[in-house]
């Protein structure tokens, strides 16, 4: 009867045991989820906290790098050179003057051309030749030339100022000279009775000198075969 009275009360005291066990367990439970949440919380807020902090120093390194002035290296300014003085313009050549004319010469084609003059006037007289030849002068520098035209040859010499006359040939018999005789096929001896004695004779030419010129007639066994003006050497 007793012992039927202790039942209840163990059952009590089990009860009541499993109960505060119950309960310490869930306290325990309880604060073992608090501690995980809140090392979680705290876990995500360092975790938070670094990457914020990453972050901003990041932002913080790229607004430096891009806030940060360059740095250009500072180079000693160099003076420009100055400017060339200009150039003096070249003094203008002075002008050649072509030789004094002669005081001999022939008239060809109604036109009288003198010695010591531009061969490049007789041109426009006597036009087209009919042979041509040169040679390097022994006198001058530059070429000698002969032009010829139908039975007249024209010598010149180089000059600056371009080729100059210098002896005038004539083979043909219609042409006359300066005082007024045809010559070819005449004797010296009718050359003589309208000039006078020659200045001078070298074998069968003879040479009348008049100042810086002279005319010359070639007398191939006594008749006049060519004459012609040429200037003193």
């Given at each position: 009867?007793?012992?039927?009275?202790?039942?209840?009360?163990?059952?009590?005291?089990?009860?009541?045991?499993?109960?505060?066990?119950?309960?310490?367990?869930?306290?325990?439970?309880?604060?073992?989820?608090?501690?995980?949440?809140?090392?979680?919380?705290?876990?995500?807020?360092?975790?938070?906290a670094?990457?914020?902090?990453?972050?901003?120093?990041?932002?913080?390194?790229?607004?430096?790098?891009?806030?940060?002035?360059?740095?250009v290296?500072?180079?000693?300014?160099?003076?420009?050179?100055?400017?060339?003085?200009?150039?003096?313009?070249?003094?203008?050549?002075?002008?050649?003057q072509?030789?004094e004319?002669?005081?001999?010469?022939?008239?060809?084609?109604?036109?009288?051309?003198?010695?010591?003059?531009?061969?490049?006037?007789?041109?426009?007289?006597?036009?087209?030749?009919?042979?041509?030849?040169?040679?390097?002068?022994?006198?001058?520098?530059?070429l000698?030339?002969?032009?010829?035209?139908?039975?007249?040859?024209?010598?010149?010499y180089?000059?600056?100022?371009?080729?100059?006359?210098?002896?005038?040939?004539?083979?043909?018999?219609?042409?006359?000279?300066?005082?007024?005789?045809?010559?070819?096929?005449?004797?010296?001896?009718?050359?003589?009775?309208?000039?006078g004695?020659?200045?001078?004779?070298?074998?069968?030419?003879?040479?009348?000198?008049?100042?810086?010129?002279?005319?010359?007639f070639?007398?191939?066994?006594?008749?006049?075969?060519?004459?012609?003006?040429?200037?003193?050497?």
């Amino acid at each position: 009867m007793k012992f039927k009275r202790l039942i209840p009360l163990m059952v009590l005291v089990l009860a009541v045991s499993g109960c505060g066990k119950k309960s310490a367990d869930e306290e325990t439970s309880a604060t073992e989820t608090t501690t995980e949440t809140t090392s979680e919380a705290v876990s995500e807020e360092s975790t938070t906290a670094v990457t914020t902090t990453q972050t901003t120093a990041n932002e913080a390194a790229t607004q430096t790098t891009t806030q940060a002035p360059k740095l250009v290296p500072k180079t000693a300014e160099v003076p420009a050179p100055p400017e060339p003085a200009p150039a003096p313009e070249p003094a203008p050549a002075p002008e050649v003057q072509a030789p004094e004319a002669g005081t001999l010469g022939v008239t060809l084609k109604n036109a009288e051309i003198l010695l010591n003059t531009a061969m490049s006037e007789a041109s426009k007289i006597l036009g087209t030749t009919t042979d041509y030849s040169e040679a390097p002068s022994c006198n001058y520098d530059g070429l000698d030339k002969v032009f010829t035209y139908d039975k007249v040859n024209i010598y010149t010499y180089p000059h600056p100022s371009g080729d100059i006359i210098n002896e005038i040939e004539v083979n043909d018999e219609a042409v006359m000279t300066d005082k007024g005789i045809a010559p070819i096929g005449k004797t010296i001896d009718e050359v003589k009775a309208v000039y006078g004695e020659p200045t001078e004779v070298e074998g069968v030419t003879y040479k009348y000198t008049d100042g810086d010129c002279y005319t010359y007639f070639y007398a191939d066994n006594g008749v006049v075969t060519y004459w012609g003006v040429a200037m003193e050497e």
